[in-house]
């Protein structure tokens, strides 16, 4: 049994059910505010390379541990392989490399971002951390299967460089495929989850095999409005639902703590990101109280399959079709 806030994975490890989110916390102020979220009770910290915040965010929880507000094996560090990585040695050599930047020892749980290899671009003269090779958008794929890329993370686990192991943005089809020839078992499945976007069937089979699913995004289009992104724009603000507002009253509690819990009383785990240092504080208030299930019912009837983080959106000269035919579908087109 997993300790109260706690979910046990199949590695064996324990993860926090509430972490903070990095991205998007900017390079120059991460430091401060993984420290800042250490004093007020956070202890698992979601990064990626792609965040570009790595080293930054390991330094604030270095003095975290030097001022003895804390000790590393009560910090979580997950952080994740960037699509242009997925060939087997570079794929190492990226999760030895993120390992030094975060200064820790160890990661606790390294995740493939997403389920696509790009073309390889070195990291030390990367000037385009996303999915672009350029200015003008380009993106070229790389023949790489994802049985290479899962092999590297398990060489990852071998070599003692992270405890755990996962993936992030992939559906069923590939999952169902891991699992036929992993060694190490995939303790975790990262994907964005909120009530306009629910997955059930996604989260069953996650669920079904032992896979612990962690929820991104679980403001809805709260997140992307900040990117401009017309879904977003489009999209009522969940925080403003009649349905979510309802709920959070009844409880006395903010419709973020509610959209939060509706998720974590169902196992999952969740890792909202805020700079301000009310909400942080209130995110992690969510694990003393409890929905109904009509109230949980009634929040996960909001489903409209509406995915905001998707590559075959807003890769507008090389739509990258990743969740064709899953949920949020059919939002592609509109
Ligand atoms: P989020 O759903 O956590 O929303 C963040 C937004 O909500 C910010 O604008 C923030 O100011 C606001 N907010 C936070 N707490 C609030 C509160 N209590 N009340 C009102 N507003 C509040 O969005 P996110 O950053 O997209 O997702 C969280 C984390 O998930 C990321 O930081 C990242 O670590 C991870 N993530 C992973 C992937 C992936 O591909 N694996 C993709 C996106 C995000």
Same mark, same amino acid.
């Given at each position: 049994?997993?300790?109260?806030?706690?979910?046990?994975?199949?590695?064996?490890?324990?993860?926090?059910?509430?972490?903070?989110?990095?991205?998007?916390?900017?390079? #120059?102020?991460?430091?401060?505010?993984?420290?800042?979220?250490?004093?007020?009770?956070?202890?698992?910290?979601?990064?990626?390379?792609?965040?570009?915040?790595?080293?930054?965010?390991?330094?604030?929880?270095?003095?975290?541990?030097?001022?003895?507000?804390?000790?590393?094996?009560?910090?979580?560090?997950?952080?994740?392989?960037?699509?242009?990585?997925?060939?087997?040695?570079?794929?190492?050599?990226?999760?030895?490399?993120?390992?030094?930047?975060?200064?820790?020892?160890?990661?606790?749980?390294?995740?493939?971002?997403?389920?696509?290899?790009?073309?390889?671009?070195?990291?030390?003269?990367?000037?385009?951390?996303?999915?672009?090779?350029?200015?003008?958008?380009?993106?070229?794929?790389?023949?790489?299967?994802?049985? #290479?890329?899962?092999?590297?993370?398990?060489?990852?686990?071998?070599?003692?460089?992270?405890?755990?192991?996962?993936?992030?943005?992939? =559906?069923?089809?590939?999952?169902?495929?891991?699992?036929?020839?992993?060694?190490? /078992?995939?303790?975790?499945?990262?994907?964005?989850?909120?009530?306009?976007?629910?997955?059930? #069937?996604?989260?069953?089979?996650?669920?079904?095999?032992?896979?612990?699913?962690?929820?991104?995004?679980? *403001?809805? /289009?709260?997140?992307?409005?900040?990117?401009?992104?017309?879904?977003?724009?489009?999209?009522?603000?969940? *925080?403003?639902?009649?349905?979510?507002?309802?709920?959070?009253?009844?409880?006395?509690?903010?419709?973020? =703590?509610?959209?939060?819990?509706?998720?974590?009383?169902?196992?999952?785990?969740?890792?909202?990101?805020?700079?301000?240092?009310?909400?942080?504080?209130?995110?992690?208030?969510?694990?003393? *109280?409890?929905?109904?299930?009509?109230?949980?019912?009634?929040?996960?009837?909001?489903?409209?399959?509406?995915?905001?983080?998707? /590559?075959?959106?807003?890769?507008?000269?090389?739509?990258?079709?990743? *969740?064709?035919?899953?949920?949020?579908?059919?939002?592609?087109?509109?």
């Amino acid at each position: 049994m997993a300790a109260k806030g706690y979910v046990k994975l199949a590695s064996g490890h324990q993860m926090p059910l509430v972490g903070f989110g990095l991205w998007k916390v900017p390079k #120059e102020t991460a430091a401060d505010t993984v420290y800042n979220a250490i004093k007020n009770g956070y202890r698992l910290f979601d990064g990626a390379y792609d965040y570009q915040n790595e080293k930054e965010a390991g330094e604030g929880i270095k003095r975290a541990i030097n001022d003895g507000l804390v000790k590393r094996e009560e910090i979580f560090i997950t952080t994740k392989l960037w699509n242009n990585y997925h060939q087997k040695d570079i794929a190492v050599k990226m999760a030895k490399w993120q390992n030094e930047q975060w200064g820790l020892g160890y990661i606790d749980l390294y995740l493939i971002h997403f389920p696509v290899a790009l073309k390889y671009i070195d990291p030390a003269v990367r000037q385009y951390p996303a999915w672009w090779l350029d200015d003008a958008g380009t993106i070229e794929t790389e023949r790489i299967p994802i049985h #290479e890329t899962w092999q590297a993370l398990e060489q990852v686990v071998d070599e003692g460089i992270a405890k755990s192991i996962g993936v992030s943005n992939f =559906q069923a089809q590939s999952i169902y495929d891991l699992l036929t020839y992993n060694r190490h /078992p995939l303790s975790s499945l990262q994907i964005e989850h909120h009530p306009y976007l629910v997955q059930p #069937e996604l989260i069953k089979l996650a669920q079904e095999n032992g896979v612990v699913v962690t929820a991104y995004s679980s *403001f809805g /289009p709260q997140s992307f409005l900040e990117l401009k992104s017309k879904r977003a724009e489009d999209a009522p603000l969940l *925080f403003d639902h009649s349905t979510v507002k309802k709920v959070a009253e009844a409880h006395k509690v903010t419709p973020a =703590q509610a959209l939060l819990r509706w998720a974590i009383q169902r196992g999952i785990a969740v890792i909202p990101k805020s700079n301000n240092p009310d909400r942080l504080k209130q995110n992690l208030q969510v694990v003393d *109280f409890d929905l109904s299930q009509a109230e949980l019912d009634a929040i996960s009837s909001l489903d409209k399959g509406l995915r905001f983080n998707d /590559p075959g959106y807003y890769l507008e000269k090389k739509p990258l079709r990743i *969740f064709a035919g899953g949920a949020g579908d059919s939002a592609a087109s509109q």
